[in-house]
């Protein structure tokens, strides 16, 4: 079965400091790659898409990163800010069925 | 701007009743996908169409059902609702292969 996994949980920083949120997933063969952010009681908001064929995708202060090879993904954010607390989701596109998504990490930056 | 509307923003139905939730998207999106969120779940998917009157069954289809007769509109019902199907619930659209866009969510408590 195909599974994403997102390992913290949850995730506590001070302000300002650089961070790397991680996502694994258990098959290669992908066609693309998703993080979103969720606001408590919210929708899902896509932050930046990677297709197989990228390495890295860059928005802002933000910079996700793609290693089919090893099954794996992360999630830079740099100079984290108190807005930045929410949770992020990974989600990968399988190509067989919709989006697997991973049980998100709870990140809070402290001010 | 993509919009993805979802009727309800809180719903309280009593056990047994029938429910409508409805999900409007505006960009002309083939694909529209409904989910349930719940903690320690993470995001299930319960049904998803890629056209108009075509619908497949996701991971946790039962006691759903659903119905795509425009392009625009999936509408999610349950049947006979139950108190285990008080939930978070995300309608989410999307052009093939590319990002997902997500309503507000409809947050469903039943009685």
């Known amino acids: 079965k195909q599974e994403v996994t997102q390992i913290p949980a949850a995730l506590s920083v001070p302000e300002g400091e650089n961070l790397v949120l991680n996502c694994s997933f258990t098959d290669s063969a992908i066609y693309n790659l998703q993080w979103f952010r969720q606001d408590p009681g919210k929708g899902l908001t896509s932050l930046l898409l990677?297709?197989?064929?990228?390495r890295e995708q860059t928005s802002g202060r933000l910079n996700a990163s793609l290693d089919k090879s090893s099954g794996r993904s992360t999630l830079y954010i740099a100079a984290s800010q108190p807005g930045d607390s929410a949770t992020y989701l990974c989600?990968?596109?399988?190509?067989?069925?919709?989006?697997?998504f991973g049980k998100g990490t709870r990140l809070s930056v402290i001010a | 701007d993509v919009k993805v509307t979802q009727s309800s923003r809180y719903l309280v139905k009593r056990t047994g009743e029938k429910v409508f939730l409805e999900c409007v998207q505006d960009m002309d999106h083939e694909n529209m996908f409904w989910y349930r969120q719940d903690p320690g779940l993470g995001l299930r998917l319960i049904y998803f169409s890629y056209d108009v009157k075509m619908k497949e069954k996701g991971d946790i289809p039962e006691g759903y059902s659903v119905s795509r007769e425009k392009k625009e509109r999936f509408s999610l019902i349950l049947e006979s609702a139950s108190t285990n199907q008080t939930s978070m619930y995300l309608c989410a659209s999307s052009p093939p292969g590319v990002k997902l866009f997500f309503g507000s969510g409809t947050q469903l408590s039943v009685l």
């Open positions: 990677i297709q197989s064929s990228q």
């Open positions: 989600a990968v596109d399988f190509g067989v069925t919709p989006l697997v």
